[in-house]
């Protein structure tokens, strides 16, 4: 179903990205927030893109700005059957997942998920959950999981302290345990250090996401990863309405 919002003077149009132009698009836009904002070492840098073996395998979907025909946000999505056939999930990478095989119900994982700094609003983000939600229906996934990103700049100050609120309030290894590849750095912080949480990683916790363990630290993203499982009768009833009703 196309969706389609009005923020100010925007429209912003929700759509499935099929086809190479429209992959090219998403990787392009990619390529220029995880290079800008992380220094994240990509492949296809060489040719202005984030490319990986796995965007062939998935569905891209995005949010576009009518008014400039600009895509302004967009995120990829891996089925469980499409995972089978590559031999894992893109998370697989860099957690172990215990406890992946006994989840019961279709599975989707969410990755590479990205939004131009100008549009970076409860707006945005709101048209592009509308265009997941049709997804989640249409297949009948009862899960949603993959990694949201906190920035490792710092050293590590804002993944640890963020972490210390994650662990008190979200934390949950009842369904799956994912157990980071790479754990982040030791550091010892003051339990009153506070961080502001990344809007997506805030975006999934509202929704009633679980943080399933430690983060990975991610070298080539410079990024601490923290692998989220969103069941879909779990949803947070104030904010499912961006899911329509998936509940």
């Known amino acids: 179903m196309t969706q389609i919002a009005r923020t100010a003077e925007r429209r912003l149009h929700a759509e499935r990205l099929i086809g190479p132009d429209?992959?090219?698009?998403?990787?392009?836009?990619?390529?220029?927030?995880?290079?800008?904002?992380?220094?994240?070492?990509?492949?296809?840098?060489?040719?202005?893109?984030?490319?990986?073996?796995?965007?062939?395998?998935?569905?891209?979907?995005?949010?576009?700005?009518?008014?400039?025909g600009k895509l302004v946000a967009t995120t990829r999505l891996l089925d469980h059957q499409a995972a089978a056939s590559l031999g894992r999930f893109y998370s697989e990478e860099e957690f172990s997942l215990h406890g992946l095989a006994?989840?019961?119900?279709?599975?989707?994982?969410?990755?590479?998920?990205?939004?131009d700094p100008a549009y970076r609003n409860g707006g945005t983000i709101a048209v592009l959950w509308s265009e997941?939600?049709?997804?989640?229906?249409?297949?009948?996934?009862?899960?949603?999981?993959?990694?949201?990103?906190?920035?490792?700049q710092d050293g590590g100050v804002q993944a640890q302290a963020i972490m210390q609120r994650l662990r008190e309030r979200h934390l949950c290894t009842e369904?799956?345990?994912?157990?980071?590849?790479?754990?982040?750095?030791a550091m010892d912080l003051p339990g009153n250090v506070i961080a502001e949480m990344p809007p997506l990683?805030?975006?999934?916790?509202?929704?009633?996401?679980?943080?399933?363990?430690e983060p990975c630290w991610d070298r080539d993203f410079q990024v601490a990863d923290v692998f989220i499982l969103l069941k879909r009768d779990e949803l947070c009833p104030r904010y499912a309405r961006h899911f329509k009703a998936a509940v």
């Open 132 to 152: 997941l939600a049709d997804v989640l229906n249409e297949g009948g996934y009862r899960y949603l999981m993959g990694c949201a990103s906190i920035p490792m």
């Open 201 to 213: 990683l805030k975006a999934y916790m509202r929704l009633g996401a679980k943080v399933c363990g």
């Open 22 to 68: 429209a992959l090219r698009e998403a990787q392009t836009l990619r390529y220029a927030v995880f290079s800008s904002e992380f220094d994240a070492k990509l492949k296809g840098a060489e040719l202005g893109l984030d490319m990986d073996d796995y965007d062939p395998h998935c569905r891209h979907i995005g949010v576009r700005d009518l008014n400039s």
């Open 102 to 115: 006994h989840l019961e119900g279709p599975l989707l994982e969410i990755g590479r998920t990205c939004v």
């Open 175 to 185: 369904n799956l345990r994912a157990e980071p590849r790479t754990p982040l750095p």
